[in-house]
């Protein structure tokens, strides 16, 4: 097994725009999606929501700005770290991650037990 | 043996056997780069053990031999080899269980391990260099490179990129399918005709880059168009049930037969209503005719059988004027239906035009401009001029051969399209009002 990232990007606006409806339903999403991981032979090791750019603050070098690293319309708002056999297998299962205002990236995580 | 007859064979073998024996040795090196080496070697070795012994009656299965030798000596000796990123080699008994239309070994017995398997491994190979996690233009390359066995140089060339451009596109691909385990194995079931798909379109996208060189002075590069030719036999032998790889290689025999009348004498291109039919290769045709009605057998066709069966009516017409164009419009209208695609749409417009005249057939170029999606395709504006020269509306005629003009590469298709606007330019100057289409 190989361990990925799905990482989801999505427009902040959705969920702005979208009130507490949205919110509930995001929620059950990911409650489902977790349960439908471990049935395809996944695993999730671990996941987080963000809180919004707009919390962000970006440290380059020696000077602190108040933002994202980066402005963009679709932004990272949350990560799950995944265990897979190979990319399809990721793939498949990132395939079901909710993301309803943007979509996800697969990343493999770097192997550094092998020195 | 003399050096020439030898090298002929090893020119062969190189061109016939490269998949088979580098898809074996991947399965031992586990590793893309250090199987290509071994390949490499077992050729060099080749040249001198078939000088001194002859050539063996088997030359991939010698080649394989001695490939996969080399690797177990290489893994023996660095155990590195095997340790950061290896190539995902899936155990044969899958968890996906047997493709369905994958042939083991064609027909060969029972699966076991070694060389008989070989037919299986080569499709590993090619939908690993296939995958759709890698971007098209690497598919295309990694599928030249390591399928085909061409070198980067070779590849740079084909595609008129910068030869280190083209290297470090296919040392990104190699990494990525090691990084991220992209798994070499054939997709289950539920995965296979999309999986498929993308195969067949990297070998009808070499097909065409080698049909219309995107550069340079021939209109075709045999190479490209043999070496298409060449997947598409393998591809169909390998998936014998597969309907769309019988529908490719149907659509690449039956345009390939027309290769000799595309031209002229002076290499001066000629369109299909202006060969000379004699030349066609009728066996070719024949073939693919055959291919064609078995791809479209049994379930709705897809977009390659289709292709092929427009191919196929255009092979058998006896002349331009005498094709069977109602039967290409609804042949065009299902292909529209399987691939909405505006390409398909621009070509669906010339046969409008001979159905039901060139004016309706600009009406459909005209929302085909509005779409936008083909702006910069030089087939565009290649056709409305051709419909408006039909008309007799020569001014606008010849400003359509020069957006055409601007958006071409190819010499021969430069100088028919300089020819076509001399054509317009002077009948414009010296003709009579009052002239029809």
């Given at each position: 097994?190989?361990?990925?990232?799905?990482?989801?990007?999505?427009?902040?606006?959705?969920?702005?725009?979208g009130g507490q409806e949205v919110s509930q339903q995001t929620m059950e999403a990911h409650g489902r999606f977790a349960a439908q991981v471990g049935e395809r032979g996944g695993k999730i090791l671990g996941g987080e929501a963000l809180e919004p750019t707009s919390t962000a603050t970006t440290i380059r070098g020696d000077v602190v700005t108040d933002g994202p690293f980066t402005e963009t319309k679709e932004a990272l708002g949350g990560f799950y770290l995944i265990e897979a056999r190979d990319l399809d297998h990721a793939i498949e299962i990132a395939r079901l991650c909710p993301a309803r205002?943007?979509?996800v990236e697969v990343r493999p995580v770097m192997d550094t037990s092998g020195g | 043996m003399s050096a020439a007859e030898v090298g002929a064979a090893v020119a062969q073998a190189h061109r016939q056997e490269w998949a088979f024996v580098l898809a074996a040795t991947a399965r031992v090196t586990r590793d893309l780069d250090a199987a290509e080496e071994c390949v490499q070697d077992a050729y060099v070795a080749a040249l001198d053990t078939w000088t001194r012994q002859g050539v063996p009656r088997n030359p991939g299965a010698w080649l394989t031999t001695a490939a996969r030798h080399r690797a177990l000596d290489l893994l023996r000796r660095d155990r590195t080899l095997r340790s950061k990123l290896p190539l995902l080699v899936v155990p044969r008994a899958s968890p996906d269980g047997p493709v369905p239309g994958a042939s083991a070994g064609g027909?060969?017995?029972?699966?076991?391990?070694?060389?008989?398997?070989?037919?299986?491994?080569?499709?590993?190979l090619i939908f690993t260099c296939c995958h759709p996690a890698l971007a098209r233009e690497a598919q295309v390359a990694l599928t030249l490179r390591l399928v085909c066995g061409l070198s980067t140089a070779e590849i740079a060339q084909a595609f008129v990129v910068w030869e280190p451009t083209m290297a470090a596109r296919v040392t990104r691909a190699k990494k990525k399918i090691m990084a991220a385990r992209i798994a070499y194995r054939v997709p289950g079931a539920a995965e296979l005709p999309d999986r498929l798909?993308?195969?067949?379109?990297?070998?009808?996208?070499?097909?065409?880059?080698g049909h219309t060189a995107p550069g340079g002075p021939g209109l075709v590069r045999p190479d490209l168009v043999d070496r298409a030719l060449s997947l598409a036999h393998m591809v169909r032998e390998l998936m014998p049930d597969e309907r769309e790889a019988a529908g490719l290689l149907a659509l690449l025999l039956i345009t390939d037969a027309r290769r000799a009348a595309r031209t002229g004498p002076d290499g001066s291109l000629l369109l299909l209503e202006q060969q000379d039919r004699?030349?066609?290769?009728?066996?070719?045709?024949e073939r693919g005719s055959a291919l064609v009605v078995e791809s479209l057998r049994g379930g709705r066709p897809g977009r390659f059988a289709l292709q092929a069966a427009i191919a196929a009516v255009h092979g058998e017409a006896p002349s331009y004027t005498a094709t069977d164009w109602p039967q290409l419009l609804v042949l065009y209208d299902r292909l529209l239906r399987a691939w909405p695609s505006p390409v398909v749409s621009l070509n669906r417009a010339v046969v409008v035009s001979m159905v039901s005249g060139p004016v309706a057939a600009l009406e459909e170029i005209g929302s085909l401009e509005?779409?936008?999606?083909?702006?910069?395709?030089?087939?565009?504006?290649?056709?409305?001029?051709?419909?408006?020269?039909?008309l007799g509306r020569d001014a606008e005629a010849l400003n359509a051969y020069r957006a055409a003009l601007d958006r071409t590469q190819n010499a021969a298709e430069r100088e028919f399209l300089a020819r076509r606007m001399a054509e317009v330019s002077g009948r414009e100057e010296t003709e009579l009002p009052g002239r029809t289409g």
């Open positions: 097994m190989a361990q990925y990232a799905i990482l989801i990007y999505e427009a902040e606006s959705g969920y702005a725009e205002f943007g979509g | 027909g060969r017995g029972p699966v076991t391990d070694g060389a008989d398997v070989i037919g299986d491994d080569r499709l590993r798909d993308a195969v067949l379109t990297v070998v009808h996208l070499l097909y065409t880059t004699s030349l066609w290769d009728r066996a070719a045709i509005q779409d936008g999606r083909l702006d910069g395709y030089r087939y565009l504006p290649a056709t409305k001029a051709d419909l408006l020269r039909r």
